[in-house]
């Protein structure tokens, strides 16, 4: 089945720009998507890029894709203590009516 | 509220009793979904309704679990002789979702059932 994958912790200085990795092995992937989630809360989408795109920037936020390599990366620029949260990626499959796959989730702190 | 919506936000129960989940989805949204996530987790998929049918229930883990959405709107989990390991936040989604038109999935945030 369907596998996805992200390193567990990620600590940046305040201001410095954080990315955050994800692979997955579904090749027949048509979204792959970020989402963060703060303590206690539940997942808010920051951003998701088509599976035919290369890169997605949305303001601080630039997504990476390596379809070849299944690779997707999250790069957060001037990183701020508000951005400390646990971010997951996720993909849906090539498939009308199939659910999402999630990561485990990188937890990101940032620190002053 | 323009979001989902998710009642209770908090549910502590003895375990062997029955418990209901409620979700309200954003309004227009054809696709519901239910997601587990338990501590340190990502969410694991439960079951995905398309209107009122259940299109896909693969993830529910036994037949404890069960799920409707009778007018294609607000759905129901409802858990039956609860066990410890059913302890989670139990999670819900929405998204407007048709036949090759596909929008993100817009979460609430979340149920935490306890069981004791």
């Known amino acids: 089945g369907e596998d996805v994958e992200q390193s567990l912790f990620l600590s940046v200085r305040e201001g410095d720009s954080s990315v955050i990795n994800c692979t997955y092995t579904?090749?027949?992937?048509?979204?792959l998507y970020w989402y963060k989630q703060e303590p206690g809360a539940g997942l808010q989408l920051l951003t998701y890029?088509?599976?035919?795109?290369d890169m997605k920037q949305d303001q601080r936020l630039t997504v990476l894709l390596n379809k070849k390599d299944k690779h997707l990366s999250l790069r957060i620029a001037d990183t701020q203590t508000g951005d400390s949260a646990i971010y997951f990626c996720?993909?849906?499959?090539?498939?009308?009516?199939?659910?999402?796959?999630f990561g485990p989730g990188t937890r990101l702190s940032v620190l002053p | 509220g323009a979001g989902v919506s998710q009642t209770p936000s908090n549910k502590v129960t003895e375990k062997g009793k029955y418990v209901e989940l409620r979700c309200d989805p954003i309004s227009g949204h054809t696709a519901l979904y239910w997601y587990r996530q338990s501590l340190g987790q990502g969410p694991e998929f439960l079951i995905y309704f398309q209107g009122t049918g259940a299109a896909d229930d693969s993830g529910l883990p036994n037949d404890r679990f069960f799920a409707v959405r009778p007018e294609g709107s607000v759905s129901t989990l409802k858990i039956q002789r609860t066990e410890r390991g059913d302890s989670a936040v139990y999670l819900c989604?929405?998204?407007?979702?048709?036949?090759?038109?596909?929008?993100?999935?817009?979460f609430g945030d979340g149920t935490r059932l306890s069981i004791l």
């Open positions: 989604a929405s998204s407007f979702k048709e036949k090759g038109q596909d929008q993100p999935q817009h």
């Open positions: 579904d090749s027949s992937s048509t979204y």
């Open positions: 996720a993909e849906t499959p090539d498939n009308y009516g199939q659910n999402f796959v």
């Open positions: 890029i088509f599976s035919n795109m």
